[in-house]
């Protein structure tokens, strides 16, 4: 016979292993909650914004497009966004329903309006392609829309919706109009995209204000990969909605590079940018990013195009410009000095080198009354043109009273939106007598 021996457990010891035993039920009854926290079904009937299911950000609820009854079903859910944010929209379900359209899905504000709309393909079951378009909105409520038809394969079929916000600086539609433009302060970057509802094109607009005189630096990078032909349209606007400039941008541009280079120039004030983009192009619900930065200096002020508004240009003062104005074809600036007395002027006039041995540009000199003084077309790698050495000695002999240069460019010429540097002054160190 075998004896067993037993060893007395005492009391604390006990007391521990069963706070152990608990504190595991606990955390695994936790778990449990939780995983059952993060999923959801959709409860019938959810076919309004008024009965739509709440669904928190970043839960996946499951649904079906079925109903009794009906050829049609809508099912709504209602989503709070903490913040102003882009939103990924997830649908998924199952395999093998074709190609062609399966569901439709719209985000719609608070108010109802349309934000967003897409028709889902059968074989977009694994929800990348929705997932990656640009969607973004501002905090607060929206709601996302699945619409199924019984004529198609996905009638009855269970499909799983997930909407996640990732917070940023982003633009919030409808910002569509200078009335309804995001405020865009100066060196900040918004992420935003051409798309919005079921419309064939996109503009957004951005309110600026540039706190003086300068030149204007604009950058929109987009992905890569979206071609050679134009991608976007990019439009600089004055306060009363005038056009400044006006941009295409082709796909192969994405990194920036070439419209930061554009010398634009802008008055002290408020302007707006807009970004266009239209549906049948591939930057069509691509992410995008808008940065726009102001150097101070001594500018032209477009519209300096005549004698009427040309920019004031004291003697010894450099100011820097660029022939570019608008979808125009050409642009004349205008600069008005006052000369004292009748006098030999020095005109210094630069711009960069290697462009070309084509005109670059036509430099004119009128007297008060408007007529013509002297003309001169400077080649762009013409010897001293570049430097301003070859129109420097030439002999210009003008009348007291207010004289006008101007100068002359057209799109067609490299010289087209490269900065140039023009100052005029008196032949010898001192002002003529009067």
Do not use: C
């Not at 000199?365 to 013409?382: E, H």
Request: hydrophobic letters at 35%; glycine letters at 10%.
């Amino acid at each position: 016979m075998r004896i067993q021996t037993f060893t007395a457990v005492r009391p604390r010891a006990v007391a521990m292993m069963l706070s152990a035993v608990l504190l595991t039920v606990f955390l695994v009854t936790l778990g449990t909650q939780s995983a059952h926290a993060a999923t959801m079904t959709e409860s019938e009937s959810n076919g309004s914004t008024a009965s739509a299911d709440v669904v928190p950000v970043g839960t996946t609820i499951t649904g079906s497009t079925s109903v009794a009854n009906s050829s049609s079903d809508s099912d709504y859910y209602a989503v709070n966004v903490p913040s102003d944010s882009r939103l990924g929209v997830n649908l998924r379900f199952p395999t093998g329903l074709g190609a062609d359209t399966a569901y439709n899905l719209t985000v719609y504000t608070s108010g109802g309006k349309v934000l967003y709309d897409f028709d889902i393909a059968g074989d977009q079951n694994d929800g990348t392609w929705l997932s990656s378009q640009a969607t973004f909105t501002p905090k607060g409520l929206l709601y996302v829309r699945v619409q199924g038809y019984s004529g198609r394969p996905s009638w009855g079929k269970a499909y799983q919706l997930t909407v996640k916000a990732t917070p940023g600086i982003v633009e919030t539609e409808f910002n569509d109009s200078t009335a309804t433009a995001d405020a865009l302060p100066l060196g900040t970057t918004v992420t935003a995209s051409t798309l919005l509802g079921s419309t064939s094109a996109d503009g957004d607009y951005y309110a600026i204000n540039v706190p003086s005189d300068g030149r204007l630096g604009i950058n929109l990078r987009f992905p890569s990969g979206l071609g050679a032909d134009t991608a976007y349209n990019v439009t600089v606007y004055t306060s009363a909605g005038k056009v400044l400039y006006d941009y295409q941008i082709a796909g192969d541009q994405n990194d920036g590079a070439w419209l930061n280079s554009q010398a634009t120039f802008t008055p002290k004030g408020l302007l707006y940018v807009r970004v266009q983009g239209y549906s049948s192009r591939p930057s069509w619900g691509k992410a995008y990013q808008l940065t726009v930065k102001a150097t101070p200096g001594i500018v032209e002020t477009e519209f300096n195009d005549s004698t009427a508004t040309a920019d004031t240009l004291p003697l010894g003062t450099t100011v820097t410009a660029s022939t570019l104005l608008g979808s125009s074809s050409s642009d004349s600036d205008y600069y008005a000095i006052n000369v004292a007395a009748a006098t030999n002027l020095v005109i210094n006039f630069t711009f960069p080198a290697g462009l070309g041995s084509e005109k670059a540009y036509e430099v004119k000199v009128y007297s008060p009354a408007g007529s013509a003084l002297y003309s001169y077309t400077l080649i762009g790698n013409g010897a001293g043109a570049a430097n301003g050495t070859w129109l420097r000695g030439q002999t210009i002999t003008v009348p007291k009273g207010r004289i006008f240069i101007r100068v002359l460019g057209y799109s067609s010429r490299p010289s087209w939106g490269q900065a140039y540097t023009l100052s005029a002054s008196y032949a010898w160190a001192a002002a003529p007598p009067t």
